[in-house]
Nanobody
Framework: QVQLVESGGGLVQSGGSLSLSCAAS????????VAWFRQAPGKEREGVAS????????FYRDSVKGRFTISRDNAKKTVYLQMNSLKAEDTAVYYC????????????????WGQGTQVTVSS
């Protein structure tokens, strides 16, 4: 059974940090990428960060560059998103998605999604 299970998230003050994890099971990721997306109320889902499971190449949307770091542990089939210097505009439900093309932030190119985890940043 294919599964993506997110953990982490929560409530943090502006300027704080949170870490998210995404554990994959039921399929092989080595040749693909895993991405984090987020969706705020009333807004479209947008890609945040992506990592190639093969070579570790990372991609970020401009608004999180320098603040968010995506990393992977292939042995554990787990991808992490470390979020620092959080802002109120980072508030959203965060989803991990796989497998997809490295560098893609198009939701249609990802077959499987986690259940989502809420990140709330208070100003």
């Amino acid at each position: 059974q294919v599964q993506l299970v997110e953990s982490g998230g929560g409530l943090v003050q502006s300027g704080g940090s949170l870490s998210l994890s995404c554990a994959a099971s039921g399929f092989t990721l080595d040749a693909y990428a895993v991405a984090w997306f987020r969706q705020a109320p009333g807004k479209e889902r947008e890609g945040v960060a992506s990592i190639s499971m093969r070579d570790g190449l990372t991609f970020y949307r401009d608004s999180v560059k320098g603040r968010f770091t995506i990393s992977r542990d292939n042995a554990k089939k787990t991808v992490y998103l470390q979020m620092n210097s959080l802002k109120a505009e980072d508030t959203a439900v965060y989803y991990c998605a796989a497998p997809g093309p490295p560098g893609s932030f198009s939701p249609n190119e990802f077959d499987y999604w986690g259940q989502g985890t809420q990140v709330t940043v208070s100003s």
